[in-house]
Each structure stands twice: as structure tokens, then as C-alpha cells.
């Protein structure tokens, strides 16, 4: 099975602090991603990577930024936290076999006091 | 503009009862459409896809959904609700641009009633 595995659950962090989310896959996936769910507004892309190195922004990549230096991990960095970056963020990988399946991990709920 | 809209936050249904969580999308070209389904404090996970071919698809646990191209729609349905459906369910719809990325409706809160 494949699994997508994120390194915190829970994170609280303050205003102005630079915050890392980390994501590893184990199924040598070529693409990753990483979500952004808040109620009633479904899950929104915030960036991707089809590659080592190689990242696109998402639709909502303004105080985020992305690593990605080996193939198995995707890091999503807070810059400068915000109070409205509170939500759950969802890291997710695919194949380019089987590029319309994601696989997601279990979310990290992080709230920025 | 490429969409998916989800109509109804959430629905309620009694144990046994028929499920129909709805799902319409816009899209120009012929569309993958996907329905995904999160456990409480889990990620989310795939129930089923429509890519071509037979317009009936089948999934997990017991879901289907149909793809209706006259009425822009790709329903989700179970014949018969058990307490474990509770979850949220999201539709969505490959991106034009890249057939790498999705689009996610805003999902569908299922409640099941003893």
C-alpha cells in the first residue's frame, strides 16, 4: 500500500514564526502536492512538484513556499506565519502512470496564534 | 472556467436508507471525474473514478456513481447506509491545464441516524 506520511498531527505555532510541514511517500512517486482544506471551501492547491527540485505554484501559493530535494520528501514552509493560515494542510502523492490517482496523508491541523 | 459544485453541506440519512450525495461539474472537454471520501482525523481517499467507457462506475464499499453527460452530473449513490459511510465526500475533475491536478468541490458532510 502506498503510504503518505506526515510528520506532525497537531502544530501550534505564533504569529511571525517560520513553519516547516513535512511529507514523505514511500512509493517512489514522481509528483506531490500540497492542499490547503478549510470548511465548505474543499481542498485548494497551494503548490506541486513533478519532479526533484521542480515545483509550480497552486492557486493559493501567497506565503508559502516549497522544497523538495529528494524524490520521496515535500516540505511546505510558512515564510512568516499568519492567523489565516490556520487550517488543515493535506500533502498527497501520484504516479506519472497513474497521474489522476492521489494518494493523501493524514493532514497536519495547524493553528497560528 | 473548470468547476465542481457539491449540492448540500451536509446530508442526513437514516441507517439502511438510500444514500445520493450530488456532484455537477462544468468542464469544455470530456472530464476524469473522481469521488474521494474522508474519515474523521484521517486523509482522503479514493471511492471511485470515471475516466471512459461504461458511464456506471463502481467503487468501494459498496458506492457507485453514474456519469450523466447531458446533465453535467456524476451523483454518488449506495443503496443502503451503514453507521462507517460517515464521513466528508469530495467530487472532483482533472484540470485542463494539467492532468495532473485536480479540482475539488467543497464536499459533502455524510450523516448516518441510528
Known amino acids: 500500500d502506498v503510504k503518505v506520511t506526515q510528520s506532525s498531527r497537531y502544530l501550534v505555532k505564533r504569529t511571525g514564526e517560520k513553519v516547516f510541514l513535512e511529507c514523505v511517500q514511500d512509493m517512489d512517486h514522481e509528483n506531490m502536492f500540497w492542499y490547503r482544506q478549510d470548511p465548505g471551501l474543499g481542498l485548494r492547491l497551494i503548490y506541486f512538484s513533478y519532479d526533484v527540485k521542480m515545483k509550480e505554484k497552486g492557486d493559493i501559493p501567497e506565503g508559502y513556499s516549497v522544497s523538495r530535494e529528494k524524490k520521496e520528501r515535500f516540505s511546505l514552509i510558512l515564510e512568516s506565519a499568519s492567523t489565516n493560515q490556520t487550517s488543515m494542510y493535506l500533502c498527497?502523492?501520484?504516479?506519472?502512470?497513474?497521474?489522476?490517482?492521489?494518494?493523501f496523508g493524514a493532514g497536519t491541523r495547524l493553528s497560528v496564534l | 472556467a473548470q468547476s465542481v459544485t457539491q449540492l448540500g453541506s451536509h446530508v442526513s440519512v437514516s441507517e439502511g436508507a438510500l444514500v445520493l450525495l450530488r456532484c455537477n461539474y462544468s468542464s469544455s472537454v470530456p472530464p476524469y471525474l473522481f469521488w474521494y471520501v474522508q474519515y474523521p482525523n484521517q486523509g482522503l481517499q479514493l471511492l471511485l473514478k470515471y475516466t471512459t467507457g461504461a458511464t456506471l462506475v463502481k467503487g468501494i464499499n459498496g458506492f457507485e456513481a453514474e456519469f450523466k453527460k447531458s446533465e453535467t452530473s456524476f451523483h454518488l449513490t449506495k443503496p443502503s447506509a451503514h453507521m462507517s459511510d460517515a464521513a466528508e465526500y469530495f467530487c472532483?475533475?482533472?484540470?485542463?491545464?494539467?492532468?495532473?491536478?485536480?479540482?475539488f468541490g467543497s464536499g459533502t458532510r455524510l450523516l448516518v441516524r441510528p
Open positions: 498527497a502523492s501520484s504516479s506519472t502512470l497513474a497521474k489522476n490517482i492521489q494518494y
Open positions: 472532483a475533475v482533472i484540470r485542463m491545464d494539467s492532468s495532473y491536478k485536480l479540482i
